[in-house]
C-alpha cells in the first residue's frame, strides 16, 4: 500500500474500499482524558464510516469508566445518533478519569463488558495517557479473557472468537504535545479561541494604553503561546521550552518601554501556564504584571482563558482533520491482524498517516524527560523542527529595532533592495506575509519596498519604502495594506523595467494567487528582451481558491474555509425552526472547488458540486431521492455546496428551483450566495503564522540568489529558470519550484492544476453523508517516526 522514492519519501498507492468490505465486525469508540474540540467530528466519522464497511459500532460513554461500569454505557450508535453534532465543542459520549481501570481488576470488568457485545476493535481518542492505557489493555487482553474463562464469566466458544483485541489511537489535545503528528485534534480551533481573545482585548487596551498579560493553556508545552504570540504579535512569551534570561524583568521592561516611546499604545504579554525561569521556578501571570507595574507604572491586567480554549466549536481545520483520521482509524482496525502493532493516527503534512503508538508515546515522555532534566535545547529538538523554527521567527519579529552593528558587520551586511507587492484578489493573510518579510530584510540591513496595487504600481511607479514600524498591527488585518489589483504584465514590459532600474531593485516577492504566478511566469519569460527582469523573484501563493499550481496549501483559503464554515452552521440553525429544508450554498474558487469540498466535509454537507466532478440531470435526481431519504428517516434539513464555476448550466438559482419542484412535496429549497464575505474577516491563526514563516522563507532565498547571481560589475544576472519560482508547501516541506516548470502542471484555461490531492476527500464527503461511494484509501502502512520524517514539521 506504500512504496519510497528515490529520496526515501513516502508514495501513496491508493486502494478502493467499498460499501459493506468488513461486514460483521464490532467497533467501539471512546473519548478519553481532557476534552477538545473537533472530538465530536472524530466520533461521528467513525461511527459512520464503520457502518459504511458493515460494520456494528458502539459508543462507550463516560470514557474508561463507562468501559469497567458497563451497562448503558456501552450502546449501539446508529447513522442517526450523530447527525447534528460536527459543530459542537467537547464530546457527546463523554469523558472522565477511571481510577478503577488503574488496576487489573477493573480492567477484567472492562474486558467483560467488551465481549459481551463482540466488541475486540477499539478507537480511543485521547492524550498520550489514554494511548498508554489502551496499549496495556491490549497486551493484557488474552490473559483477561483466560481468567474469564477460568471463572466462567465467557464461555470457550468466546475465548476462542474474541482471543485479540486491536486498538487505534487518535490524539485528541488542545496541547499539540503528542510527537508524531503536526497537529492533534483540538489544536487549531484552542487557537482560534486565544486569537479571537487577544483580538479583542487589543482593541480596549488600546483605548487605555494599556499592558495586558494573557495566560493560556499547554501543560508543560509551550505551543499554543508561542503559536498564538506569533499570531498576535505578542511583544513577550514565556514558554516552558525557551527559559528567559536571569534579569529578564530588566530586558522585558527595556523592550515594552521602548516599543511605548515608539508610538505603541498597548503591549501584549503571553504566558504559558507550564513557564518556569533558569532555577525551575515557575513564572506566574501575577509576577509578570508585578513588574510591569513596579518599574514601568503602566496600568497592567491580566486575562486568565482557563476553559475558553477548550470550548466553542471546532474550527474547520480540526472538524476535516477528524474526519479524515476517524475514517483511517476504522481502516486501520479492519485491517489489523494478530500480529499488527497498535497504531495512531497522525497528520503528516497534509496525509493522514498511521505510526507505531508507543514509539510516539515514548517520543512524547522524552519530551518530558529532557525537561525534567533541563535540556531545553534538546526539549525544543523533540519538539520537531515546526516548534523550533516557530521560536527562533518570533524572535526575530519582535525586535523593535535591528541591532546595532559594529563596522565590520556592517560591511557583512547585503544593503539589497527588495520589492514587495500583491497581485490578484484579496486574501487574509497577504499582510502577515508582507510584515515579516519587512522586517526579516530590514533586520538584515536591506531596504524595502512596499509596490501598491499590483503591476499597476510597477507601471505607474507607485512605490514606497517601508519601515519597521510601516508594518505594526498588520498580522491580524484582513484583505492587502498594500492594495492589489489582477492586472497582468503583458504590454507594459517597458514601464515595468523603468520602475525596477530607477529604484535599483535587486529581488521581487509577489504575494496572490493565480494571477501572481502568471504575472511572475510573464516576467520571467522576458528575461532574455529586458535585462531589468534578470532578478531573482518569487511567489507566495495567497488565494482562497487554492488554485495554484506548485503548492497544497495557500495563504487565505483557512480563512475563508472557516468564514463558510460558519456561516453553513448558522443556516442549520436557521432550519431548526423550518421543517424540511435543503439549502443549496454557492462558494468562491473559480473553476477550483477545493472550498466546497473541504467546507462541505467541515460543515456535514450532503452533497458538493465542483467543476472537477462532472455532474448533470439524473445527478442532481438521484441527490434529491437521497434527500427524501434522509428526511423521511427523521433528519429535517440538508445542505449541499456548489462551486461558483461548477457547471455553467446549472447554476445556483436553476438548482435551487430545480430541487424545488422536484421535492416540493417533502421539501423546500433555498439559495445563499456567499460572495465576498469568504474573503474578509480576520486571518485565521494558521493563515497568520503560514505566512509570517513562507515570508521568512522567502527573504533568505532571495538574498541568497542575490548573492548567487552577483556580477563583478554590481548588476545581477539571475536568467536562469530557478531565479523565478514559486515557494510552495508539498506534503510537509517547503518547495521552490521554477514558474517556467510549473506549466507542463498547470490548466491555464480555467486556473488549475492538473493534480490536486484534496479531490481523493470528495468520496469521503459523500460516504459521511450516507450516500453511494466508493473510499479511496489515503493511509499509508505502518512507518517508524523516522521514515517518515517526522522531525520535518512544518
Known amino acids: 500500500m506504500s512504496d519510497f522514492f528515490p529520496d526515501g519519501s513516502i508514495q501513496n498507492v491508493p486502494r478502493a474500499v467499498k460499501s459493506g468490505a468488513y461486514a460483521g465486525r464490532g467497533i467501539a469508540v471512546f473519548t478519553s482524558g481532557g476534552d477538545s474540540q473537533g472530538m465530536n467530528a472524530a466520533v461521528r466519522a467513525v461511527v459512520r464510516f464503520g457502518i459504511y464497511l458493515g460494520a456494528k459500532v458502539y459508543f462507550i460513554k463516560e470514557g474508561y469508566q463507562g468501559m469497567v461500569d458497563g451497562g448503558e454505557n456501552i450502546v449501539e450508535a446508529t447513522w442517526s445518533s450523530v447527525s447534528g453534532n460536527l459543530h459542537k465543542g467537547g464530546t457527546i459520549i463523554g469523558s472522565a478519569r477511571c481510577k478503577d481501570f488503574r488496576v487489573r481488576e477493573g480492567r477484567l470488568k472492562a474486558a467483560r463488558n467488551l465481549i459481551n457485545r463482540g466488541i475486540t476493535n477499539l478507537v480511543v481518542i485521547g492524550g498520550d495517557g489514554s494511548l498508554t492505557g489502551a496499549n496495556l489493555f491490549r497486551h493484557e487482553w488474552s490473559s483477561l479473557v483466560d481468567e474469564l474463562a477460568e471463572k466462567g464469566v465467557v464461555t470457550a466458544e468466546a475465548k476462542s472468537k474474541y482471543s485479540n483485541l486491536y486498538i487505534v489511537g487518535m490524539v485528541g489535545s488542545i496541547d499539540n504535545d503528542f510527537c508524531g503528528t503536526d497537529m492533534t485534534i483540538g489544536t487549531d480551533s484552542a487557537l482560534h479561541r486565544i486569537i479571537e481573545s487577544i483580538d479583542a482585548i487589543a482593541a480596549t487596551a488600546y483605548s487605555h494604553q494599556r499592558t495586558f498579560i494573557m495566560e493560556v493553556m499547554g501543560r508543560h508545552c509551550g505551543f499554543l503561546a508561542l503559536a498564538a504570540s506569533l499570531a498576535s504579535e505578542a511583544d513577550y512569551v514565556f514558554i516552558p521550552e525557551w527559559l528567559p534570561e536571569a534579569d529578564w524583568p530588566s530586558r522585558m521592561c527595556k523592550k515594552l518601554s521602548s516599543e511605548r516611546e515608539a508610538g505603541q499604545r498597548i503591549n501584549i504579554i503571553i504566558v504559558s501556564e507550564g513557564a518556569v525561569d533558569r532555577d525551575g521556578n515557575t513564572i506566574t501571570s501575577e509576577m509578570v504584571k508585578d513588574v510591569v507595574v513596579k518599574n514601568l507604572h503602566q496600568d497592567a491586567r491580566i486575562t486568565v482563558l482557563g476553559h475558553v480554549q477548550r470550548g466553542g466549536g471546532p474550527s474547520a481545520f480540526d472538524r476535516v482533520l477528524a474526519c479524515r483520521m476517524g475514517a483511517e482509524a476504522v481502516l486501520a482496525l479492519m485491517e489489523a491482524e494478530a500480529e499488527t502493532e497498535p ?66 558587520m556592517t560591511q557583512q551586511m547585503s544593503g539589497y533592495t527588495l520589492a514587495v507587492m500583491c497581485v490578484g484578489a484579496p486574501a487574509c493573510g497577504m499582510n502577515a506575509a508582507v510584515r515579516s518579510f519587512t522586517r526579516n530584510c530590514i533586520y538584515r540591513g536591506d531596504i524595502v519596498l512596499g509596490v501598491e496595487d499590483g503591476i499597476e504600481g510597477l507601471i505607474k511607479d507607485s512605490v514606497k519604502e517601508l519601515q519597521w514600524s510601516s508594518v505594526t498591527g498588520w498580522v ?54 529586458y535585462k531589468e527582469f534578470c532578478i531573482p523573484m518569487l511567489v507566495i501563493p495567497s488565494t482562497i481558491s487554492n488554485n495554484v499550481p506548485g503548492t497544497e496549501f495557500s495563504l487565505g483559503a483557512d480563512t475563508a474555509l472557516n468564514e463558510i464554515t460558519e456561516i453553513c452552521d448558522r443556516i442549520r440553525q436557521s432550519a431548526q425552526g423550518t421543517k424540511r429544508r435543503v439549502f443549496i450554498v454557492e462558494t468562491m474558487g473559480g473553476y477550483c472547488g477545493y472550498l466546497a469540498t473541504m467546507a462541505g466535509l467541515a460543515g456535514g454537507a450532503d452533497q458538493a458540486y465542483i467543476f472537477e466532478e462532472t455532474f448533470g440531470a439524473k445527478d442532481l435526481l438521484h441527490d434529491i431521492d437521497h434527500m427524501i431519504s434522509k428526511m423521511n428517516h427523521g433528519v429535517q434539513h440538508g445542505l449541499v455546496l456548489r462551486n461558483e464555476k461548477a457547471n455553467v448550466n446549472y447554476n445556483s438559482d436553476f438548482m435551487s428551483r430545480f430541487f424545488s419542484e422536484e421535492g416540493k412535496n417533502y421539501f423546500s429549497a433555498r439559495m445563499n450566495v456567499l460572495g465576498h464575505m469568504q474573503q474578509g474577516g480576520s486571518p485565521s491563526p494558521f493563515d497568520r503564522n503560514m505566512g509570517t514563516k513562507m515570508a521568512a522563507k522567502a527573504a533568505e532565498w532571495l538574498i541568497t540568489k542575490i548573492c548567487e547571481c552577483a556580477q563583478a560589475d554590481g548588476s545581477l544576472n539571475a536568467s536562469s529558470p530557478d531565479t523565478a519560482v514559486l515557494l510552495g508547501i508539498i506534503r510537509r516541506n517547503y518547495c521552490f519550484s521554477p514558474v517556467e516548470d510549473l506549466q507542463n502542471d498547470t490548466d491555464f484555461v480555467q486556473g488549475l492544476p492538473k493534480q490536486q490531492w484534496w479531490l481523493k476527500l470528495q468520496s469521503l464527503l459523500r460516504i459521511l453523508a450516507k450516500h453511494d461511494s466508493v473510499y479511496v484509501e489515503e493511509g499509508l502502512n505502518v512507518q517508524t517516526i523516522e521514515e517518515t520524517g517526522w522531525s520535518l514539521a512544518m
Open 343 to 408: 497504531c495512531v493516527v497522525s497528520l503528516d503534512g497534509n496525509q493522514v498517516i498511521r505510526l507505531p503508538l508507543m514509539e510516539c508515546v515514548k517520543r512524547t515522555q522524552a519530551v518530558s524527560k529532557a525537561m525534567s532534566e533541563q535540556n531545553w535545547d534538546v526539549a525544543v529538538q523533540l519538539r520537531g523542527r515546526s516548534f523550533a523554527r516557530n521560536l527562533e521567527t518570533y524572535k526575530l519579529l519582535t525586535r523593535l529595532k535591528p541591532p546595532k552593528l559594529s563596522p565590520e
Open 476 to 529: 491580524g488585518q484582513g484583505g492587502a495594506s498594500l492594495g492589489t489589483k489582477r492586472t497582468l504584465p503583458d504590454g507594459n514590459y517597458e514601464k515595468i523595467a523603468e520602475t525596477i532600474n530607477k529604484h535599483k531593485i535587486n529581488g521581487l516577492l509577489v504575494i496572490g494567487g493565480f494571477e501572481a504566478y502568471n504575472a511572475v511566469l510573464q516576467l520571467a519569460q522576458q528575461k532574455k528582451t
